[in-house]
């Protein structure tokens, strides 16, 4: 009969030979955060400035090493004379070029394409505007000390029917810059 001292070390070899092949898995997921700058590159929100902040946040699910399909959420403002906010929310598809970008210290650029949607919110209207949100991106994770950043650049395409005006094209860039955690 096992004595409970030898039970407790055989219990402690099989955990530790279980977290250790985990750790030998890669991720099969990772969350993204951060704050954005957007530069509008219409006028269709004046008196509203053309320059908005905001911040971002996405969990992308990991098809292969080099490949994530990630939900996205956003929020912006472009502040002025009548503010306008929007929430962003859709699809991110990313594609890496290293599988290392997970795990390994280094410089990994990446691509994304996203297929959003967007609410808008205009001061002194009542009620918000929904419009599509095709985005092409890219940029790279920075992973130096296993400090997990990363910084991308992305133009959006967008089509707004907005209350009483007639569907307009509203063209942006937006820039992010945050972490990212892999597990």
Do not use: C, K, N
């Not at 955990?15 to 250790?20: E, F, N, T, W, Y």
């Not at 954005?36 to 400035?49: A, G, M």
């Not at 967007?118 to 918000?128: A, D, H, L, Y």
């Amino acid at each position: 009969m096992l004595s409970v001292r030898s039970r407790l070390i055989a219990i402690s070899l099989v955990m530790m030979a279980g977290s250790r092949a985990r750790a030998d898995e890669p991720p099969t997921r990772s969350i993204w955060l951060g704050p954005t700058y957007q530069v509008l590159l219409s006028d269709t929100f004046e008196p509203s400035s053309r320059h908005g902040i905001g911040a971002s946040g996405t969990y992308d699910f990991h098809v292969s090493p080099l490949f994530d399909i990630g939900l996205t959420l956003a929020y912006r403002l472009y502040p002025g004379e009548r503010s306008t906010q929007q929430l962003g929310y859709g699809a991110i598809l990313r594609h890496f070029f290293d599988p290392g970008w997970s795990t390994a210290d280094g410089v990994y650029p990446y691509l994304d394409y996203g297929l959003l949607l967007q609410q808008t919110f205009i001061e002194g209207r009542s009620g918000s505007a929904v419009s599509h949100d095709t985005r092409l991106g890219g940029g790279a994770v920075v992973r130096y000390g296993g400090v997990p950043l990363f910084v991308g650049l992305a133009g959006h395409y967008s089509r707004l029917q907005q209350f009483d005006i007639e569907s307009t094209w509203i063209p942006y860039v937006d820039l992010q810059v945050g972490w990212v955690h892999a597990f």
